[in-house]
T-cell receptor, first 108, second 117 residues
Framework: QKEVEQNSGPLSVPEGAIASLNCTYSDRVSQSFFWYRQYSGKSPELIMSIYSNGDKEDGRFTAQLNKASQYVSLLIRDSQPSDSATYLCAVSGNDMRFGAGTRLTVKP | DGGITQSPKYLFRKEGQNVTLSCEQNLNHDAMYWYRQDPGQGLRLIYYSQIVNDFQKGDIAEGYSVSREKKESFPLTVTSAQKNPTAFYLC????????????????FGPGTRLTVL
């Protein structure tokens, strides 16, 4: 079983819609959770971090964490074509583990 | 202008050759990391260092070596023992490494794309 699992996609949404990206993890002692955006050929860029159960909003992005279900998600509201990228989920405990990423395409 | 720099952006290696990838940061971060990214796979940790003159192996250290002589610098050498080195190499740093609160937020450099000829 992979330590951090994401649906590889591609996930395709129309411009203006809500994109929902999901991530599950296996290590129950995980303490911090991160979402990175990676454009093709570029390095990952941190967009959100979340540490406690519930929702955390930052602009058009909302991260949701449920430690009991070992589940973290990222919602992107009013999706734009510039949001088209691969989104990496990262889970931190004694070390940082990354998922393989979900490729998102936002169609104009 | 603070950040993490990696050089070169592209690197080509011949069979049997050692090559060194540079990573420098001026963020005054204590910890630095090297990852490898292959298509369709997550980032895999090669080596990390939480303080100067100390480093630890990650999940895939075989065929790689590092040094941490200065806080700002963490070069990675890909040796001839690494049989499949073609990949995208990412250097990252974090203010602290792993503490009782978990592993600190990591920030990435622009990456080096290594190709074996």
């Amino acid at each position: 079983q992979k330590e951090v699992e994401q649906n590889s996609g591609p996930l395709s949404v129309p411009e203006g819609a809500i994109a929902s990206l999901n991530c599950t993890y296996s290590d129950r002692v995980s303490q911090s959770f991160f979402w990175y955006r990676q454009y093709s050929g570029k390095s990952p860029e941190l967009i959100m971090s979340i540490y406690s159960n519930g929702d955390k909003e930052d602009g058009r992005f909302t991260a949701q964490l449920n430690k009991a279900s070992q589940y973290v998600s990222l919602l992107i509201r009013d999706s734009q074509p510039s949001d088209s990228a691969t989104y990496l989920c990262a889970v931190s405990g004694n070390d940082m583990r990354f998922g393989a990423g979900t490729r998102l395409t936002v169609k104009p | 202008d603070g950040g993490i720099t990696q050089s070169p952006k592209y690197l080509f290696r011949k069979e049997g050759q050692n090559v060194t990838l540079s990573c420098e940061q001026n963020l005054n971060h204590d910890a630095m990391y090297w990852y490898r990214q292959d298509p369709g796979q997550g980032l895999r940790l090669i080596y990390y260092s939480q303080i100067v003159n100390d480093f630890q192996k990650g999940d895939i250290a075989e065929g790689y070596s590092v040094s941490r002589e200065k806080k700002e610098s963490f070069p990675l050498t890909v040796t001839s023992a690494q049989k499949n080195p073609t990949a995208f190499y990412l250097c990252a740093s974090s203010p602290q490494g792993t503490t009782s609160g978990g592993t600190d937020t990591q920030y990435f450099g622009p990456g080096t794309r290594l190709t074996v000829l």
